[in-house]
């Protein structure tokens, strides 16, 4: 079953008014660096005085089993007991850590979800996924669990950088690309910046909650939210290994957009015009991904450890038109290089 969520103004007060409920017998806080810095202030009036900071190292590449390790210390050293909770602020590395790290602490004590970045807002907190990087693999440790809750402000987002709004909103067109043909539309002829994302988050949250109702463990259905990221997380993964090119995640995801719907396009799914309309849409957002056609096949690999995989196949989810995701789709590894040579030929 879906967690409630509230979004806008009332979300803060809400969640107070959760925290203050008999049975819990502590509220741990965990955030990041920034989010320590800039968005505890607006959360602090609701928390109840006695509440305990876990701050960790902000960045993708602390969603890492270290630093689960001293979030579990810190709790142990605080004894927590099981009715603690614990109060993710932060964006999806906070979301997808503090969830892991909650879901394993004595086999699991509640957690609530407080988003600040787009991306958080719109896609990582809502559906129970959570987990952390493992041997250069995205997301390789986890568990699905659900939150208690999540608690939606979009007022946090006046405080982050463009390039992470950019990067939250390639989840958001990768919504629209798997379920929403309408809304794709009007968005690309709006272009991608608004000072009221409320409407966008409401609507995102509300599209990906009803895909994982119909499939929360990911067995079928919730592969069509994942559109992008066979591609996305092997570029986003290799270029992790390559310091001072590390992207952000909808970064990568963005341009597994464009790569992926080329390979709907190749089966024959989709309509090359509709490929057309993708790509003018991401890049006129995203800038391109810079990387040599020698690193196409070290790239490629990493899609060998997706987790839609089943043995040697490599299941993709395809577009069979704007608005119609289709998930497993086999794909061969040469394909998947073949498609990042084509984003390669589109960058020059
Ligand atoms: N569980 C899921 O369903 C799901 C969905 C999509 C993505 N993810 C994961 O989410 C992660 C990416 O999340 P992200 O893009 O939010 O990155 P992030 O959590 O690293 O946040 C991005 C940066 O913004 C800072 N920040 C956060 N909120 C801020 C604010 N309000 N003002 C100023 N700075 C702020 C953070 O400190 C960080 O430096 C990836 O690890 C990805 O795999 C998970
Ligand atoms: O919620 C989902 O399901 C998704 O696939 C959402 C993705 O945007 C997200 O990046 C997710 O963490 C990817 O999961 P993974 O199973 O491919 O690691
Ligand atoms: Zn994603």
């Known amino acids: 079953m879906n967690s409630p969520v509230t979004i806008g103004a009332e979300a803060l007060p809400e969640l107070a008014a959760y925290l203050f409920r008999p049975g819990i017998s502590r509220v741990f806080v965990l955030a990041d660096a920034n989010t320590a810095r800039l968005c505890l202030p607006l959360l602090e009036p609701q928390l109840p005085p006695d509440y305990f900071l876990i701050e960790i190292p902000a960045g993708e590449e602390y969603k890492r089993l270290s630093v689960c390790d ?5 709790l142990t050293e605080q004894q927590a007991d099981r009715h603690a909770v614990l109060v993710n602020l932060g964006g999806g590395v906070v979301t997808d850590l503090g969830g892991f790290c909650a879901a394993l602490y004595k086999r ?5 979800q407080v988003p600040t970045t787009l991306l958080a807002q719109v896609d990582a907190s809502v559906g129970g996924k959570t987990g952390i990087d493992f041997q250069g693999f995205k997301n390789q440790l986890g568990v699905f669990q659900e939150p208690l809750a999540v608690f939606i402000e979009p007022q946090f987002l006046e405080t982050l950088d463009p390039r992470q709004l950019k990067s939250g909103y390639a989840e958001v067109l990768k919504h629209w690309l798997i379920a929403d043909a309408a809304a794709f539309d009007s968005n690309r002829r709006l272009g991608w910046l608004t000072d009221d994302w409320a409407p966008i988050i409401r609507e995102s949250i509300a599209l990906k ?8 463990l990911e067995a079928g259905p919730r592969k069509l939210l994942n559109f992008g990221h066979t591609v996305g997380h092997a570029l986003e993964s290799y270029l992790l ?3 001072g090119r590390e992207v952000l995640h909808g970064e990568a995801v963005a341009a597994g957009l464009v790569c992926e719907s080329w390979l709907s396009v190749q089966r024959g799914l989709l309509p090359a015009e509709d490929l057309d309309k993708i790509e003018t849409f991401v890049f006129s957002v995203f800038d391109r991904i810079p990387f040599i056609l020698l690193e196409t096949e070290a790239i490629a690999e990493f899609a060998l450890q997706d987790k839609k995989n089943e043995g040697a196949t490599i299941n993709c989810t395809l577009l069979k038109g704007i608005g119609q995701g289709v998930y ?4 061969t590894l040469g394909e998947i290089a073949e498609s990042l040579r084509y984003y390669h030929r589109i960058q020059s």
Do not use: L
């Open 108 to 112: 699991g004590i509640g957690f609530v």
């Open 209 to 216: 909650q009803r895909i994982v109702a119909q499939d929360p």
């Open 70 to 74: 001293t979030v579990w210390c810190q």
């Open 328 to 331: 497993d789709q086999p794909v």
């Open 241 to 243: 290994t390559q310091p």
